[in-house]
């Protein structure tokens, strides 16, 4: 059973009924958006599938034998307008079988964690480089006030962007105190962004660096609003000593036992994504440099926000629903934002040589359920009256969209020539990891072979392979 089957049930119960489905959606679950969140890809637990299951048999009209489900909501996103509709693709029995025991795949399923696929698309595309360059075209319009520069990334990931960033950051303001705020829950791109940043405080030594694992409502404030989760706040400062980069690097590296027992996540049980054991904060920064950052080194018990540049890279998944985009990621950004401060928002867009492999193994996938016009209207709306002082700007798409390109040899792929199955392997990986496939898609997928055969087709057409990215600004006026 996936989601348009569900959707087929509670749409023919409530023309039997007369009820409708907001009606339906809190009579039975207490949820008025219940379908709509089915219709925009969203996923529901084996117990409110249950609820809905009794509610529909005890409240049928007599003589209409409820239909009895037995099976997880596998989510079917909805496609965009210009392409045909995903024929259902239910879950195999080796998925179901843990499922039906409370350990659903899909639901502890967060596709940007997985270490491999990333770190084959990091080291073979140059999306990094690109989304690096055009957040740093944001520094010419932001004007940043005493006492320090502050940027805020909404998604650390290995550091490379947000090091690229630091680096323009210090070419416009090379004497201009930084306070960077970086969010990340992975306790791998925590190692690899800490050991990255050695040479940053070298170049730039009135920096101070925080790294967090607290949620997009709190991070920016490094305060947490739940009363037991501040009690077990871990709050850790380092002080560097030394005047070189190897030197620096010693002692970030010394950081690794105390990441190992305190960045550590779970997996929330109500949607299936990871959250932390404990809240921590890590700051770091010069102690030859104490004095002067003395005014922005962030203190426990919460700090401003009133960020200058708001990074969100790739923050959330491409197939989560509108709500989630806009109530839990983008608008509490927005909120941090301080006068003149500006938030730069980027994810996949598809419609490229990428999303061709897909359609040609999966006809009708489309995962790029929404762009940037639909989720900025979404943040308008969930903001309200506190998004008045902020500009939403969606650019022309010659501005908004911009290629990134899997790194070939020039030679290494023409219509003469043999692709070789590294590079093969490599575009197949990229386009599955852009499109955000499951797992157990991609395992049935490579059972018969059809997904070399497409990952070749499309390289020869097109002589590579890329991909397009979507931008979209949210800045707030300058008083």
Avoid at 72 to 97: G, K, S, W, Y
Avoid at 194 to 222: G, I
Wanted: proline residues 7%; hydrophobic residues 40%.
């Amino acid at each position: 059973m996936n989601a348009q089957e569900l959707l087929q049930e509670i749409s023919d119960y409530c023309r039997q009924t007369g009820l409708a489905e907001s009606t339906f959606g809190r009579r039975a679950v207490n949820d008025g958006k219940l379908a709509s969140r089915l219709r925009h890809g969203g996923r529901i637990t084996t117990e409110t599938l249950d609820r809905i299951r009794g509610f529909m048999a005890n409240n049928r009209n007599p003589g209409v034998r409820p239909t009895v489900i037995t099976r997880p909501i596998e989510r079917a996103p909805e496609p965009m307008p210009q392409l045909p509709p995903m024929r259902p693709m239910p879950l195999p029995a080796d998925v179901l079988a843990p499922a039906l025991n409370g350990q659903d795949p899909q639901r502890n399923f967060r596709f940007f964690d997985n270490r491999q696929k990333y770190l084959l698309f990091v080291n073979t595309c140059s999306e990094k480089w690109v989304v690096a360059n055009r957040v740093s075209l944001e520094l010419a319009n932001i004007h940043p006030r005493p006492p320090a520069l502050r940027l805020f990334d909404a998604g650390v990931g290995d550091g490379t962007v947000l090091l690229r960033a630091m680096r323009a950051m210090h070419d416009r303001f090379p004497h201009t105190p930084f306070y960077v705020v970086g969010k990340e829950i992975s306790l791998e791109d925590v190692r690899l962004a800490t050991q990255k940043m050695s040479d940053r405080f070298m170049e730039h030594p009135a920096t101070v660096l925080v790294l967090t694992n607290l949620a997009y409502a709190d991070a920016p404030w490094l305060a947490v609003k739940s009363l037991s989760a501040a009690s077990s706040m871990v709050w850790h400062e380092v002080q560097l000593t030394g005047s070189s980069a190897h030197q620096f690097e010693q002692q970030i590296t010394d950081l690794v036992p105390f990441l190992n027992e305190n960045w550590k996540a779970g997996v929330s049980p109500k949607t299936g994504n990871p959250v932390y054991e404990r809240p921590v904060v890590l700051v770091i920064y010069r102690e030859d440099h104490k004095f002067l950052l003395d005014p922005i080194i962030p203190k426990p018990g919460g700090t401003v926000a009133n960020y200058d540049l708001v990074i969100a890279s790739q923050p959330y998944r491409a197939r989560a629903s509108l709500e989630f985009k806009a109530k839990r990621v983008i608008a509490p950004l927005a909120k941090a934002l301080g006068p003149g401060g500006r938030l730069i928002a980027i994810h996949s867009h598809g419609h490229d040589p990428g999303h061709e492999i897909i359609q040609k193994v999966w006809p009708g996938d489309n995962p790029f359920l929404h762009d940037r016009h639909q989720i900025m209207k979404a943040v308008k709306h969930e903001l309200g009256p506190a998004g008045r002082d902020l500009n939403f700007n969606a650019y022309a798409d010659n501005r908004s969209l911009f290629r990134y390109d899997m790194h070939t040899l020039p030679s290494e792929i023409t219509q003469e020539s043999s692709i070789g199955t590294s590079t093969l392997f490599a575009a197949w990986n990229a386009a599955i990891y852009v499109s955000q496939v499951e797992d157990h898609r991609v395992a049935e997928a490579a059972a018969d072979g059809r997904y070399l055969d497409a990952t070749r087709e499309v390289l020869q057409q097109h002589g590579g392979l890329w991909f397009f990215d979507e931008s979209y600004v949210i800045s707030r006026r300058r008083e």
